[in-house]
């Protein structure tokens, strides 16, 4: 397995281009399969959870083509096309789904195409366990019958989904976006309540409405969905990843360097530039993207707690956390959304970092400085977390395990070697 091994101690300076986000392309591509036409992603980024999701379509019978680099031969996001003329399988097998829990949102769109499908229900990952009860309730209440059988969700429509008014208990990403794709075919208006406001899902919602469907409400909490008889394809560029951005701006933070975000997008960012704000960091939006520095402002502790959009990403607690570790003064992170987010906090430790967990929150007293050592990485945004705090840490860091980063981060050692960090991948010989 691939490690990283980051030298710390040099402040980063220079511009990271923003790939595309994964949580807007992997919906995205899921929509295909609502139509016969194609449908054409550019933006597309380069990881490994977008390769398995196109396996995953391809069993189906969608039909992919990549065009290989982006234009100019760059990495600035490849396209997509991807046509689901003739539905081959209705069923997502265990052993692709296991590899990646969004495969569940091939559901919603299988069963308003085909009436039916048979998907594996997702197991639980290293952050919680991961339920998708609310994706299984609301389908049901657009006309569906789902039982789970042996690991299998067995969903059936007896004929077309009906419109209906779903209110979510909790908000949900994943259970919004499958609900929203099923609705767009279903008869009559469905009204979804307490619907995720996630960038990542107006962009979705925003290319199925050029795809044909009627929707209102879009970024919203309350959805208003029109089924149409049948959608067409569309051209849509995938949304700048605002995980990826956050990451590197808290890089940019915890080395005391200066960072060019290109193609972020400040107004998906508003909670973290708050919080980085108050921590004394320069955090604005310039030349179409967006201007991190903390040159010599001191680094002081701040309180975060996560919440759904428009509220602070979970998605970035754990890297926060890092640049925490290393503030004047005390910061109390609490998780949320996820019931066991924190398995970063053992590997920091062993940086010299002190936390301490009380249930879903972490007291983080910071100190003067993080030693490197070697780390275990347990999911993809606790990796990025020990490698931020690598990039600060005396002496030498090594994350092994590096496969969970590349689920989410396209060249991240590449990128960050290229604003001034010492980081290089370690290629475990075969
Ligand atoms: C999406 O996951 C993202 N993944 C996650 O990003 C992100 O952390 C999460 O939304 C929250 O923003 C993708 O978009 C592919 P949820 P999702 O349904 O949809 C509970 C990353 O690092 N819940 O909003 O699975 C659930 O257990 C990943 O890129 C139920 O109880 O998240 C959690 O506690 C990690 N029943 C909370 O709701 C359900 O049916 C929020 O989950 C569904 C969810």
Do not use: W
Not at 229 to 242: C, F, I, Q, T
């Amino acid at each position: 397995m691939d490690r990283i091994l980051i030298r710390g101690g040099a402040p980063l300076n220079g511009s990271v281009h923003v790939a595309g986000a994964k949580n807007a392309a992997l919906p995205l591509m899921a929509a295909s399969l609502l139509t016969d036409q194609t449908l054409s992603l550019s933006n597309i980024p380069h990881l490994a959870d977008i390769t398995t999701l196109a396996n995953l379509l391809s069993q189906h019978g969608v039909e992919i083509a990549m065009n290989g680099n982006a234009p100019n031969g760059g990495h600035a996001g490849r396209v997509l096309s991807l046509t689901a003329e003739r539905i081959a399988s209705t069923t997502a097998p265990y052993d692709l789904v296991r590899k990646m829990r969004a495969s569940v949102l091939v559901l919603g769109p299988l069963l308003a195409r085909c009436g039916e499908a048979t998907v594996s229900l997702p197991g639980g990952c290293a952050i919680g366990s991961r339920p998708v009860d609310l994706h299984l309730k609301g389908l049901t209440q657009l006309g569906a019958e789902i039982e789970v059988d042996r690991g299998n969700i067995l969903a059936k429509a007896a004929g077309r989904l009906v419109g209906t008014r779903i209110i979510l208990p909790q908000v949900s990403v994943g259970a919004t976006e499958n609900i929203l794709m099923a609705a767009t075919l279903a008869e009559g208006e469905t009204i979804l309540e307490n619907a995720a406001r996630e960038p990542e899902v107006t962009d979705l919602a925003v290319c199925l409405q050029a795809m044909g469907a009627q929707i209102d409400g879009v970024g919203t909490d309350t959805l208003r969905i029109t089924g149409v008889e049948a959608l067409h394809g569309a051209e849509h560029p995938v949304l700048a990843d605002r995980v990826e951005a956050g990451t590197y701006a808290i890089a940019a933070a915890i080395t005391g360097g200066t960072l060019e975000l290109e193609g972020a997008r400040i107004e998906q960012l508003e909670a973290l530039a708050d919080v980085l704000r108050a921590a004394g960091t320069t955090f604005e939006a310039r030349n179409g993207g967006i201007f991190v520095s903390r040159s010599n402002q001191e680094l002081v502790g701040v309180d975060v707690m996560t919440e759904p959009f428009p509220g602070f990403p979970t998605d970035l607690q754990a890297q926060t956390m890092a640049l925490l570790t290393t503030a004047n003064g005390a910061s109390m992170v609490t998780e949320t959304i996820f019931e066991n987010r924190f398995m970063h906090v053992p590997e920091l430790r062993r940086m010299g970092a002190n936390i301490n967990l009380h249930g879903s929150s972490a007291m983080v007293r910071g100190v003067e400085r993080l030693t490197g050592a070697p780390v275990m990485a347990s999911d993809l945004r606790a990796s990025a977390s020990l490698v931020l705090a690598g990039l600060v840490a005396d002496g030498e860091t090594i994350v092994n395990r590096v496969y969970h980063l590349d689920r989410g981060y396209e060249r991240l050692e590449q990128k960050l070697s290229e604003v001034g960090a010492q980081v290089e991948r370690i290629e475990d010989r075969p």
